[in-house]
C-alpha cells in the first residue's frame, strides 16, 4: 500500500496564491492521491529551515518525493526550503526574468510584498460593501439606489453567500431579493423592484437539488418537499423569462464561478481584493 | 506621455488564479503604471480570437506590448491568445512537465477544469459556515458549543468580514462577540464566553484607525471620539492580556492575512475553498 504523495503550499504570506495555483495544478492530475498541506508566513531563514524539514519529513513518512508550490519570493530562503528534497515548484520564478527583459527595469519585490501592502481605501471599500449585503439581505432593507446589483430567487438558491463574495472579493454592493410563495403567486415583478430592473440577476438551481438543500435546513417541512421547490423554481423561471432578466443557474457552478459570471455580463469591472 | 501598459488576465474559468498570480508578479515592480483587466470564461476558439483582438487592440493604443497571465491549459487555444503579440506568461505551463515526470503519468486536464468542477459537499460546508457567522454575529446568537473559533474585540474590529471570510473560503463556524462599554466596565471574560476559552481569539486595531472608521459610520458621534476609541482599545488588550486569549492587532493586515494567521495560530488545518 502506498500512502499519498504530499504536498505542501509554501508563503512568505497567507499562502493563498501557492494554494490556489497548486489546487489547479493538481487537479490536471486525476486519479492520483494527494495529501496537501498549507505552510504560511515563512518569512525568515529559521521558518524556511523548519519547513524544509517538515517537509523531508514527510517525504520519509510517505516513501514519495514530496511536491512544493512556492510563492516565496526571496530566493536566499526558496533555497533552503529546496534542501527538503522536494520537487520545487517557484510560482513567480519563470515570470520575473521576462517581465523584466519586457519592462527594462529590475524587480523592487521584497518578502511577503507579493501578497500586498494592506491599503485602508481598498479595507474599506470591502468593509462597506460587506456591511451593505448584510444589511440588503433577504428584502429586509429595500433602499435599493445605491445597490450595483440586485440578486433575485426563491429561497435557498445561493443568493447571500454570492453578494457576500461579491462585496468581500469585489468591493461590488450587492443586494438580495428573496422570491416569497406570495411574489410568486402575483406572478409579475414585486413592485419595489420595479424601478431597479436594470440592475436584477436572477438565480436559479435545478429543483431536485433544491430540495435537498432545504431538506437539510428543515426536515420533513413543506418548504422543502420536491413538488414546492419544482412549482416555485418552474414559476420564478418563467418570471425570468417574461421580465427580460438574465438568470443563472448555480446548480454546477462555484460561488466563485457564479459572482465571476454575474460581474461579466453586468459588465461591472472590478478588480480582486 | 506614455500611457499605462495593458496587462491582461485571461483564464478559461472565473479567472480568479490568474488575477492573483498576476497581481502578485506585478507588485514586484514598483513604480511602473498597469492598466489590468480581467478575460473570464474564454474557453473556445471563438472567444480566444476575440480576446486575441482585445489584447492587440489595447496595446496598439498604449503603445506599448501588452502583458498576459494566461491560466487557459488547452494549448490550442493559448496559441490562439499569443496571436495577440503579447509577452505571454502561461501560469501551468513550465510546471506540467516537471509534474509529469516527477509523477510518471501524463496530466489529465481539461478546458475549465484547473478551477474544479463543482462539488456539492464543498459548497454545503461553505453555505453552512457562512449561514453559522451569520447567525453567530454580534453576540446575537450565543450557543457557541458549535463555533470552531469565536472572535472578540470592540465594535469595528474587523470581526464580521474576518468571520465571514473564513466561512466562505475555509469552511470555519466563526462567531463572534463585541466587547460592549459594559463588558468592558465588568473587567473581566464576560460570563457566557467563559466556557469556550480555548476558542477565543482577540483582535486589536489601532485606537486612532479604529476612530477613522467609526467616524464614517457614526460621524461626529462619542462612540467615534478618539479618546473613546483609545480607552476602548486600551481595556480590551488588557483583557486579552490578563485572560490569556491570543490576539492580532488588525491595522496593517488584509482580511486574508488575519485570517490565515488565525488558523495558523489555532492550529486550524483547512483547505481553501
Redesign the interface.
Known amino acids: 500500500m502506498s500512502l499519498a504523495?504530499p504536498v505542501f503550499y509554501v508563503s512568505d504570506?497567507?499562502?493563498?496564491?501557492a494554494?490556489?495555483?497548486g489546487?489547479?495544478?493538481l487537479?490536471?492530475?486525476?486519479?492520483?492521491d494527494f495529501d496537501?498541506?498549507?505552510l504560511?508566513?515563512v518569512d525568515d531563514a529559521d521558518k524556511a529551515r523548519r519547513a524544509a524539514e517538515t517537509i523531508r519529513q514527510a517525504g520519509e513518512r510517505a516513501g514519495a518525493?514530496p511536491?512544493v508550490?512556492n510563492?516565496i519570493?526571496d530566493s536566499h530562503l526558496s533555497a533552503l526550503l529546496a534542501e527538503s528534497g522536494a520537487?520545487m515548484?517557484d510560482?513567480?520564478a519563470?515570470?520575473?526574468g521576462?517581465?523584466e527583459r519586457?519592462?527594462g527595469?529590475a524587480?523592487?519585490?521584497r518578502v511577503g510584498?507579493?501578497?500586498?501592502?494592506?491599503?485602508?481605501q481598498?479595507?474599506?471599500n470591502?468593509?462597506n460593501a460587506?456591511?451593505y449585503a448584510?444589511t440588503h439581505?433577504d428584502g429586509v432593507d429595500v433602499r435599493y439606489e445605491d445597490a450595483d446589483v440586485i440578486l433575485v430567487g426563491v429561497s435557498r438558491s445561493?443568493k447571500?453567500?454570492t453578494c457576500?463574495?461579491m462585496a468581500?472579493h469585489y468591493g461590488v454592493r450587492a443586494a438580495n431579493y428573496p422570491l416569497t410563495p406570495d411574489d410568486l403567486d402575483y406572478g409579475e415583478l414585486p413592485k419595489r423592484l420595479k424601478p431597479f430592473r436594470r440592475k436584477l440577476y436572477g438565480l436559479t438551481i435545478d429543483p431536485d437539488?433544491l430540495a435537498q438543500?432545504r431538506q437539510?435546513r428543515r426536515p420533513g417541512s413543506s418548504y422543502a418537499r420536491p413538488e414546492q421547490c419544482r412549482k416555485e423554481v418552474a414559476v420564478a423561471e418563467s418570471l425570468f423569462r417574461s421580465e427580460g432578466i438574465p438568470v443563472l443557474n448555480i446548480?454546477?457552478?462555484?460561488?466563485?464561478?457564479i459572482?465571476?459570471?454575474m460581474l461579466?455580463a453586468l459588465g461591472i469591472?472590478r478588480?480582486?481584493?
Open positions: 504523495r504570506g497567507t499562502g493563498i496564491t494554494e490556489t495555483i489546487h489547479s495544478l487537479t490536471q492530475f486525476d486519479g492520483v496537501s498541506r498549507r504560511a508566513f518525493r511536491l508550490i510563492t519570493v520537487l515548484m510560482v513567480f519563470p515570470f520575473i521576462p517581465m519586457e519592462l527595469i524587480r523592487t519585490g510584498r507579493a501578497h500586498g501592502l494592506v491599503d485602508f481598498a479595507y474599506e470591502r468593509i460587506t456591511n448584510l439581505d445561493g447571500t453567500p457576500l463574495y468581500l437539488r438543500i437539510v446548480t454546477h457552478s462555484s460561488i466563485e464561478e459572482a465571476s459570471k461579466s469591472e478588480h480582486l481584493y
